[in-house]
């Protein structure tokens, strides 16, 4: 009786485990936050999109944009966000570049839309590529290039590259050499971001949420040497999970009211939330909302970074908020701007920190021992507000690898 019971019990206590493991499979593929067990979709590169001007029909543009992470399956996202009417782009390609407007041999590859090689994108929206089954490596110069037969109207793109790109008249977009491409332009042009799918399942990308300074003025044109570029280099060798980097700074742009540039709680979904892998949003602005004789107070700017905050925490995302930068020698500055400024800084030193998932103190990286109202020399631009290549690095620096490396 004893082994009999003993061999009815096993077998039972195996059928147990069956239907467990099949019931836990079940409840497995039933559960919608549950990680795919596949390669993850990062954000690569991105510039906010803003209007830069009007379009102009037959005309080739040639856009140069640095990686942070590498991948495969690359796809560009255009943009006509801020256009009037539907934009038609046709024989779009990408490849990686030689030097000037030349591509490496054999790199340019045709990007498709649903398996078509053109397509319109109509006034107001976006739309991604195809995936272009290839390898881009991290920290290369990407070439997107794309003829535009019949556009008009305002026409979107990041209007302050800080990269030298390229047009042509005409199509000449599937060409590797650089010949027929002598016109240059400092903007990006109907291109808002790339994506890259990363062998690593748990890849993600910060996306910095800022103005000017983000943006990289006054950080040396063409050496990709805004705070973000130096700090994509700096998580490339950090070994955390977090390497894609997505630069969303704007010049002139404010936390609360639109002027140059939507303000971050106007674009927050269409430039950060909506792109793939974000883990962290790292916020950076309030100068302007201050600086101008606006009347912003230190309650209003504080309540918009919450009001973010609370935004980007219901989609599951982290927040870093750094602190406001030094000013003193700008033509709006005054005390008054500054007495706000400082109370800001007070906030997020202190409470603030409980509110935050991280506070990155670039005020205190940037300011002068001897005037703590002002822009250490050695870091300074030239115009006392934009820190030069010095201070972008010394802003990379300050931030924490691992901060960024959050999951809510």
């Not at 989609?315 to 400082?342: M, S, Y």
Request: proline residues 5%.
């Amino acid at each position: 009786m004893t082994g009999r019971f003993g061999r009815c019990c096993r077998i039972a206590a195996a059928l147990l485990t069956v239907v467990a493991c099949q019931s836990a499979s079940a409840v497995r593929a039933a559960t919608p936050h549950a990680p795919p067990a596949r390669a993850t979709d990062v954000v690569t590169w991105a510039a906010s999109g803003n209007r830069v001007g009007q379009s102009t029909a037959g005309q080739g543009y040639r856009l140069v944009v640095r990686t942070s992470v590498g991948g495969t399956g690359l796809r560009v996202r255009f943009t006509n966000a801020f256009g009037t009417r539907p934009l038609t782009l046709d024989g779009v390609y990408a490849g990686l570049r030689a030097r000037g407007a030349a591509l490496r041999p054999g790199s340019n590859r045709p990007l498709t839309f649903h398996g078509a090689r053109s397509v319109t994108v109509p006034a107001g929206a976006v739309t991604w590529s195809d995936p272009l089954p290839r390898a881009i490596p991290a920290g290369a110069d990407l070439v997107v290039s794309l003829y535009t037969p019949d556009a008009a109207g305002p026409a979107t793109g990041h209007f302050m590259a800080m990269q030298t790109s390229y047009t042509a008249r005409g199509r000449h977009t599937a060409e590797e050499s650089g010949t027929n491409w002598t016109g240059t332009t400092t903007s990006w042009w109907y291109i808002d971001s790339v994506a890259v799918r990363s062998s690593r399942p748990a890849a993600g990308a910060v996306a910095a949420l800022g103005d000017s300074i983000t943006d990289g003025w006054q950080s040396t044109t063409d050496l990709d040497r805004r705070w973000p570029d130096y700090l994509a280099r700096r998580l490339r060798t950090a070994g955390t999970a977090v390497q894609g980097v997505a630069n969303e700074g704007i010049s002139g742009n404010k936390v609360l009211a639109d002027g140059l540039g939507q303000a971050a709680l106007h674009r927050l979904d269409r430039d950060v939330l909506s792109q793939p892998g974000v883990r962290t949003v790292f916020l950076f602005e309030g100068v302007n909302d201050i600086k101008a004789h606006t009347g912003v107070t230190a309650a209003d700017l504080v309540a918009g970074y919450r009001e973010l905050t609370r935004r980007v925490h219901a989609r599951g995302k982290c927040v870093v908020v750094a602190t406001v930068g030094p000013f003193k020698g700008w033509p709006d500055w005054d005390p008054a701007a500054e007495a706000v400024r400082q109370e800001v800084n007070r906030f997020l030193r202190g409470s603030g920190r409980r509110e935050f998932d991280a506070v990155t103190d670039f005020d205190r990286v940037l300011r002068s021992p001897y005037d703590r109202e002002r822009l250490l020399p050695f870091l300074d631009g030239g115009d006392h507000l934009h820190p030069n290549d010095r201070g972008m690095r010394a802003l990379a620096g300050a931030v924490d690898p691992a901060r960024l490396d959050c999951d809510r």
